[in-house]
Each structure stands twice: as C-alpha cells, then as structure tokens.
C-alpha cells in the first residue's frame, strides 16, 4: 500500500516569503500525484496533479510542484506567497490502476500580514 | 446541484447509537468516494463507488460501518453502534469518470461526527 509524509505540519511565514512543503512518498510502482488545498472553512480542493510529462506542473494561484521520481518526492513551491495562502495543504498520490488516493497528514500553512 | 453536498455538517451521537450521514454528489457524475478524516490527519479512503455498484470497500474500519448508492447518485453512509473512536470528519468526494485512476475529485464540505 502506498503511504505519504509531509513533514513540518505547522508552517508560519510572512507575505512574500518563499514557501516550500515537502511530500514523499512510498509506493515502487507508477503513481498520480496531487496537491490539495483547504483554505479556512472550505472544502478541499485540487491544487495541481501529475500524471506523466514534464515532472514540473504549474496550478492555480502560482503554485509549482516537481515530481523527481529518484526520490520518491513531490514539492509544492510558491515563489511569494500572500496572506490568502493560509490553508492546509495536503499532498495525495494514487497508484495507477487503483481508485484509492493515500493523503499525507497535512501542512498548516499560516502567512502572516 | 453546483457542488457535492453532505448532510448534516454536524452530528453529535451517544456511543451505541447509529447515524446515517448523506453525500449529494455532483450530477452525472459516476465515482463516489467516502473519506474520514481524524484530527490532525489526512483523509483516509472509507469506499469507492462507480455508478451503484460498490467496487471498494477496503476501507471500512469494521462492520459497523456500511454504504450504498442504490441509485447511482446519493449515497449514505451508515455507521452501527457508534464507537468514540468513529469521531471525525467523514468527507464524500465525487469525480465525473469511472474505471481505474482518480482523476479530480471534488470534495463535499464534510460531516463533522462526534460521539460521546
């Protein structure tokens, strides 16, 4: 079974500050990668996701994650972030072939004024 | 509807009692998906439903713990006998296409579980 870590599950960081969450994985075979985001009293929603190509994908809001496969990862960056980053943000990967998306525990994302 | 819909938002049960928690999916879409989500965790995947057929049910901590879609759209999740370890948030998500993979899910907002 595949299992996620994102570590630092609590992050506190000002408006234009470089943002970069860590998400590996555990899984040998073919896997579909996702971030997602809740931002406060929202229902989570889809960030970006990687499916095959260009391991760097662009999602919404300037978000930026990069699958280097050597190392199992899947980082979310953000250049600058602002204030309506706050959220949790949640990485997610699905083996191909299997309908079950493996949630990491999450990473609290405070940007401060 | 323009989202998924559940219902209640909160529900607070005594231990021993059963609940029936609600998921509206999006129309026409195909997959329906359970998750619960404790605190301070990721959701962890419940079940799996294409159309009305229940495809995956690996997920479902114990037998107390039953779903269906008899109709291919609703779905509801019951949970027998309520332990205090059954309180979380119980997320349904729905994607438009069946078959392998998961493409992008959308996520109801939750039903947030307590029992005492």
């Known amino acids: 079974a595949q299992s996620v870590s994102q570590h630092n599950h609590h992050v506190i960081l000002s408006e234009a500050a470089s943002l970069e969450l860590g998400c590996n994985y555990s899984?040998?075979?073919?896997?579909?990668l996702f971030w997602y985001v809740q931002y406060p009293g929202q229902h989570l929603q889809l960030l970006l996701k990687?499916?095959?190509?260009?391991?760097l994908v662009k999602g919404i809001k300037g978000f930026e994650a990069e699958f280097i496969k050597s190392k199992f990862s899947f980082n979310l960056r953000k250049p600058s972030v602002q204030w309506s980053d706050t959220a949790e943000y949640f990485c997610?990967?699905?083996?191909?072939?299997?309908?079950?998306?493996?949630f990491g525990k999450g990473n609290q994302v405070v940007v401060i004024p | 509807g323009a989202g998924v819909s559940q219902s209640p938002r909160y529900k607070v049960a005594k231990r021993g009692q059963d609940v029936a928690l609600r998921c509206d999916p999006i129309?026409?879409?195909?997959?329906l998906f359970w998750y619960q989500q404790a605190l301070g965790q990721g959701p962890e995947f419940l079940t799996y439903?294409?159309?009305?057929?229940?495809?995956?049910k690996s997920g479902l901590p114990s037998d107390r713990f039953f779903a269906e879609r008899p109709e291919g759209s609703v779905s509801t999740l019951k949970i027998q006998r309520t332990q205090q370890e059954d309180s979380a948030v119980y997320l349904c998500?729905?994607?438009?296409?069946?078959?392998?993979?998961?493409?992008?899910?959308?996520f109801g907002s939750g039903t947030q579980l307590s029992v005492l």
């Open positions: 129309s026409g879409h195909v997959s």
């Open positions: 899984y040998g075979g073919t896997v579909n």
């Open positions: 990687y499916f095959s190509g260009d391991p």
């Open positions: 997610a990967v699905n083996a191909k072939g299997n309908n079950r998306l493996a």
């Open positions: 998500a729905s994607s438009l296409r069946g078959g392998a993979g998961v493409e992008k899910l959308f």
């Open positions: 439903f294409q159309n009305e057929a229940q495809l995956d």
